[in-house]
């Protein structure tokens, strides 16, 4: 089963930029749909974005601010996240599965660790 591992998080004032990383360890990453949740303390985790080779998919809070994207020869996914607001504090995890549907289900068949953000306002 893949494994992954997210890195990237960090402390940063708000309208800032961070860009989050997802190292997997499967051979067959290319053919894995990746994306990202996040949790905010006391709420449930949510869906953040979700990409295939020929599909991707944001949730309306993030669009036009954070970008998904992969490098299949590194077996890494990132997600660029800019004009930052205090509300997108939480943990971001990083998820695999072999359909985006699942992804964005929530029910993933693989989970990174987290990583945490924090915007300061």
């Known amino acids: 089963q893949v494994q992954l591992e997210d890195s990237g998080g960090g402390l940063v004032q708000a309208g800032g930029s961070l860009r989050l990383s997802c190292a997997a360890s499967?051979?067959?990453?290319?053919?894995?749909?990746m994306g990202w949740f996040r949790q905010a303390p006391g709420k449930e985790r949510e869906f953040v974005a979700a990409m295939t080779s020929n599909d991707v998919r944001y949730a309306d809070s993030v669009k036009g601010r954070f970008t998904i994207s992969r490098d299949n020869a590194k077996n890494t996914v990132y997600l660029q996240l800019k004009s930052l607001k205090p509300e997108d504090t939480g943990v971001y995890y990083c998820?695999?599965?072999?359909?985006?549907?699942?992804?964005?289900?929530?029910?993933?068949?693989?989970w990174g660790q987290g990583t945490q953000v924090t915007v300061s306002s």
């Open positions: 499967e051979r067959t990453f290319s053919t894995y749909a």
């Open positions: 998820a695999a599965d072999g359909r985006i549907v699942k992804i964005v289900a929530g029910t993933p068949v693989a």
